[in-house]
């Protein structure tokens, strides 16, 4: 069975710091999409990976991919508050479904 | 102008109960999908259509009846509704071979 696990599920952290969640997954996949969901919010395509050694930044956000390890990344750099929401990474299945992580919930404080 | 779109926001309802939910998107995409997303906001694909046509349908219970009149619309009826129904149900879009999904805002329903 697949599965998509992220680390950690929460995240508390003090603004200007530094942390990086992680998303493994368990098959064969050159694509993986990172989400942002505010609380009673529709997900926010954050970030789209198409093949290994993809990088991507935007702001304090960089997401990265390593797809033979099945592993990426999400640093984030000198936290702000505005930043605080749940991650989801989620794997491409044969570009016709995704199956995603638990999400990791990201708390901020000043 | 919204992307993909959903009706109702909030449903609450009564155990035994049918209701319908209603997705609708204007990206021009061919391929639409039902999310769940439970009290532990795990996200769980439910079904997905292609130019009307069911691609995918991840076991899910018979009560559960997709619709989609055109590439633009896809529907959810839900028979005989019970408690573990709970939930926010995503709709969301895509291009059938690009992978990336836009999801609409959510219908949280709620089965008394």
């Known amino acids: 069975e697949l599965k998509v696990e992220q680390n950690p599920l929460f995240l508390s952290m003090q603004e200007g710091k530094n942390y990086t969640i992680y998303c493994n997954y368990s098959?064969?996949?050159?694509?993986l999409y990172w989400y942002r969901q505010d609380p009673g919010k529709s997900l926010e395509s954050l970030f789209v990976?198409?093949?290994?050694?993809a990088v991507k930044q935007e702001g304090r956000l960089m997401a990265s991919l390593d797809t033979k390890a099945r592993l990426s990344t999400l640093h984030i750099t000198a936290a702000v508050h505005d930043l605080s929401a749940t991650y989801f990474c989620a794997v491409d299945i044969l570009l016709i479904k995704l199956i995603f992580g638990q999400g990791t919930t990201l708390q901020v404080k000043p | 102008d919204t992307a993909v779109s959903q009706t109702p926001k909030y449903l609450v309802t009564q155990m035994g109960n049918d209701k319908s939910i209603k997705c609708e998107q204007n990206l021009g995409h061919d391929t639409m999908y039902w999310y769940k997303q439970d009290s532990k906001k795990f996200l769980k694909i439910m079904f997905s259509?292609?130019?009307?046509?069911?691609?995918i349908n991840e076991t899910v219970p018979n009560r559960f009846s997709p619709k989609s009149p055109d590439k633009a619309h896809l529907n959810l009826h839900i028979n005989s509704l019970e408690l573990g129904d709970s939930a926010v149900y995503f709709c969301?879009?895509?291009?059938?071979?690009?992978?990336?999904?836009?999801f609409g805002p959510g219908t949280r329903l709620t089965v008394l």
């Open positions: 259509y292609n130019n009307k046509e069911l691609i």
């Open positions: 990976l198409l093949s290994n050694g």
């Open positions: 098959t064969t996949s050159d694509r």
């Open positions: 969301a879009s895509s291009l059938i071979g690009d992978g990336e999904q836009f």
